[in-house]
């Protein structure tokens, strides 16, 4: 590890060591039982429950109602589950320009873009389909689909650790992302707008209006818009993101919301990776020189066009009981054009291309969820109860096309040419494989206080999957049908030693299908009648405020197994068997502290030690074990660290720091790519009381790192040099 990274490390730990629906019930003839509901519930929870000491608003908000990790309306530090989240308020602090950039502020997470891998996420010690990444809680079960949309529609970034099917469904052995857009709020008038630029002709505007109709209902729309001529050669993009929805309370019990998303990308000669240099053996190296060309077609391109509709009813049933049905509607499809697999001859004097592919993915989700959440007693003591169930039917169509090898290339002063001079390009969209999958769930999850200061927090979910597979036309076999059953749940205790420090305790399950997503997986795959991969998680933390409210902390130490996922036969190559098992094993610290009033510190660190026990794979033909290796892009070490300091009212700086472990390319573990750390500096100044102009300098050093490596062609993935990038936030 080098210096700076020691350092970094050091100064984290030691800085880390120093809802339900809320309508107003207006009646005036209502008042009176409202009153008498109020007074027992107090009651109740004088008898029965601490009150909780809000001393932590800022920090990491423990004692703020959070909607991840559970349905219940629990704070952070009630949860007995790693949550962490990353609200508007941070995503400003932080610079992040999609949501992408928000998640990696959390402990642990390490995320990249890849342009074939759509929105790629390591966390303890798992990474593509084994964490779950949603949108509003819905998950879209295709990895591709979570291609990261840009920041400014969004309101927050939730992060839950581990195994989380009781929650959101299959999936999410390591834990789940959910990606949270604004909506519609009774609170007062906003108007905000945003112009930013920055190196690469890198340009943002973007707005944002809250407005009351009356006053019953609101309105809220977003827009975005991004262009960028790339750092990569060549690349050069374009993304129009809007966000739209309606609030309007029907009744003083009944409110209902209608949001509409809607985001279009287009990528042109998008980049595919570096390739690296011959031996790749060791750490892979990459002609520095070079590092920016960009290998893929001049008429290359990447597209996305996505639709969301969400019609939300909530219903206060009486104070205690209140209900949320959701129907959900989405559609995507994505577009590939692109030369995409560059290696250097044996002799580094060239660069032979192949990999052309012409593709569309098309996408569409249908679904309905309801909710039921009633806070009560059982035996005299508070008891919290949700119920629920959730239907949707999950159809995507792929048109791919044969790879086509094509030419080779001088890694400098080359022609590149264009798409349809590959061979075998010319002949368009061809239908290939098609899948629909019907999903019936019901869930359970309730509060349950033993004492005044301990919980038991549990939740169960029962999913019915239906799976039907049309295979590509003309191939055998040509359709398939399965189906699944399974029982996930979670069962954590909560122990509050002080009003400012608890313990808590939880053991959690979790079940993903054969592939890790339906959507991608393949014929043999599913032809083997293989049954549900399973998971479970033990955790043991504890939730603090420390320094009389000044610094808040957590702390998390946990054990994840998944089992009987699919392998190469130890005994055929060519057959495959489900008897794979991965563990991991770390530790997640996190903090804010105020060291002053006027300089705050916030960071966090995460350690994982992941690695296969049962695990093969096909090499030449032969049975290959790679028991004990690590799974391909898994830093063992993610951390954090900003600070904070209020120079004068209206001047502020700040300075951060991400440091990112090295990661092995290969499931060999014979081929790997240096540790990084970035560091970013930015000053705010307040031109009025309304607005603010900020400079940021991203990758202060001008560090040259790989985000992620492809592992099946070394492809090292460079990240962004160093920019510096002004904005305009104006509020008015």
């Known amino acids: 590890m080098t210096n700076s990274s020691s350092l970094l490390i050091r100064t984290i730990v030691a800085s880390l060591f120093s809802s339900t629906i809320g309508i107003p019930i207006a009646n005036a003839e209502e008042a009176e039982q409202t009153k008498k ?206 966000a739209l929805s309606w609030l309007a309370d029907i009744t003083p019990n009944l409110s209902h919301t209608l949001a509409l998303e809607h985001h279009v990308e287009q990528e042109d000669s998008p980049y595919w990776g570096t390739p690296t240099l011959n031996p790749k053996l060791g750490k892979l190296k990459i002609d520095k020189s070079n590092r920016f060309n960009n290998y893929n077609v001049s008429d290359g391109r990447y597209e996305q066009r996505l639709t969301w509709a969400r019609s939300i009813t909530e219903y206060q049933i009486n104070y205690q009981t209140s209900l949320k049905n959701t129907f959900y509607h989405y559609t995507g499809q994505r577009d590939y054009r692109n030369l995409e697999v560059y290696k250097y001859t044996a002799n580094n004097a060239a660069i032979d291309r192949s990999g052309g592919y012409l593709q569309r993915h098309d996408q569409e989700l249908n679904g309905n969820r309801v909710e039921i959440v009633h806070k009560g007693q059982l035996f005299g003591l508070k008891s919290d109860w949700s119920f629920g169930a959730d239907y949707n039917v999950n159809q995507q169509t792929v048109f791919p096309t044969p790879e086509g090898a094509f030419d080779t290339v001088l890694p400098d002063n080359f022609e590149p040419d264009y798409f349809t001079n590959i061979p075998n390009m010319n002949n368009g969209l061809k239908k290939g494989r098609s899948t629909k999958t019907k999903t019936l769930s019901a869930f359970v999850e309730n509060r349950q206080f033993l004492s005044q200061h301990l919980s038991l927090v549990t939740g169960l979910r029962y999913d019915h999957i239906d799976f039907h597979f049309d295979n590509t036309p003309g191939m055998s076999p040509t359709d398939i ?18 009003e400012e420090a608890n313990l808590y305790a939880q053991y959690s399950t ?65 057959n495959t068997i489900l008897a794979g098992q991965q563990t991991s094993k770390g530790i997640e610290l996190a903090s804010s502290l105020q060291i002053t009033p006027k300089l705050r510190a916030e960071g966090n660190v995460a350690w994982v030690n992941a690695e296969y026990d049962d695990f093969n794979e096909s090499v030449s033909g032969v049975s290959v074990s790679r028991k004990g290796k690590t799974p391909v892009n898994t830093p063992d070490q993610v951390a954090n660290l900003r600070f904070i300091y209020d120079i004068t009212p209206d001047w502020q700086a700040g300075i951060g720091a991400r440091h990112v472990a090295s990661v092995y390319a290969n499931t060999a573990n014979t081929q790997w790519v240096p540790s990084y750390t970035l560091f970013d500096l930015q000053t705010k100044y307040r031109v009025s009381q309304n607005a603010d102009l900020t400079a940021r300098i991203r990758n202060l050093t001008d560090e040259t790192y790989a985000r992620y490596v492809q592992s099946s062609n070394a492809l090292y993935y460079v990240g962004e040099p160093r920019t510096l990038e002004v904005a305009l936030h104006v509020r008015f």
Do not use: C
């Open 37 to 242: 509901e109020q007074e027992e519930v107090n009651r109740l929870e004088t008898l029965n429950v601490k009150t909780t000491s809000i001393k932590d608003q800022k920090g990491l908000n423990l004692d703020k109602p959070s909607e991840a990790g559970s349905r219940l309306g629990l704070t952070i530090r009630e949860n007995p589950a790693s949550v962490a989240v990353a609200d508007r308020k941070k995503m400003e602090e932080i610079g992040a320009r999609t949501f992408q950039d928000a998640a990696n502020s959390l402990p642990g997470v390490n995320a990249s873009a890849p342009p074939g891998l759509g929105g790629f996420v390591t966390y303890r010690g798992f990474n593509g389909a084994q964490i779950n990444q949603l949108f509003n809680g819905i998950s879209l079960q295709y990895t591709s689909a979570n291609r990261p949309v840009d920041a400014w529609v969004f309101d927050r970034v939730e992060l839950v650790g581990g195994p989380s099917s009781f929650l959101y469904g299959s999936g999410s052995v390591g834990g789940s992302l959910n990606y949270v857009t604004k909506l519609a709020t009774r609170e007062a008038e906003i108007r905000e707008a945003r112009l930013s630029y920055a190196r690469y002709d890198t340009m943002e505007a973007a707005f944002g209006i809250n407005h009351a109709l009356n006053d019953s209902n609101w309105v809220r729309l977003d827009f975005s818009r991004n262009t960028s001529n790339g750092y990569i050669d060549r690349q050069e993009r374009e993304a129009n993101s809007v």
């Open 481 to 498: 049908n399965r189906s699944w059953n399974t029982i996930t749940g979670r069962a954590g205790v909560v122990f509050d030693v002080t």
């Open 510 to 574: 979790s079940a993903e299908p054969p592939g890790g997503t339906l959507t991608s997986a393949n014929v043999g795959q599913i032809n083997n009648n293989f049954k549900l991969s399973t998971g479970y998680q033990l955790e043991l933390g504890s939730k603090m405020n420390y320094l009389d409210g000044k610094g808040t902390a957590t702390i998390a130490a946990y054990k994840i197994v998944r089992r009987d996922f699919p392998v190469t036969d130890p005994q055929n190559a060519n």
